[in-house]
């Protein structure tokens, strides 16, 4: 290898990553803004696809009425006012509740305790069997993202205002699923 080929294919290495770095150097403001906005990824066969988790909830819970202040128990008022100290902690324990009603509805539709431990399949098979209706379905899993969101996500942003409507929102669900089931007919 003489020496212009080998400036020739360190050049050729060298193009790709000094070309990003000089964008990143370039934009460097504005980036992080471009970053928020890409919705998918692809580079050979690698394809990933990035959707907003805020816009997919609010498609599922949509169908679900707006809460009003009397869903809300004294026990939601406790989580109401943990909200305020530790939004996670809030959220984690309303969404306990919720499981502790579903395994409640499941007990009494005779559902196999192996399915209750996937919290999806669980409120699908509550569907199925009717204890839940597909409005309910539907916001426990947009209800269910976002509880994931606020444990697996470290860097997602958690105000005591997102807590508060979780909160709120499952304090509904609850009520609408203690609430006996519309007559058929």
Known sequence: ?????????????????LAVVSVAIV?????????ERVTSLKYGDFEAAFTSQAASVADNISATPSPSPSFVDSNGEKLLSLAQESPRAA????????????????????VDASIRRNSTILINTLRETGAISSE??????????????????PGYELSAQKAIEFVTFSSALLWTMSAPPPAIG
């Open 136 to 153: 309910t379905e539907r916001a426990l899993n947009g209800l269910r993202q976002l509880r994931n969101l606020a444990v697996h996500a």
């Open 27 to 35: 934009f460097k403001r504005s980036l992080p803004n471009l970053i």
């Open 1 to 17: 290898m003489t020496t212009l080929d080998f400036i020739v294919e360190m050049t050729k290495a060298v193009a790709w990553p």
């Open 91 to 110: 959220i984690l324990e309303a969404w306990l509740q919720i499981e502790r009603k579903l395994n409640i509805l499941a007990d009494d539709k005779h």
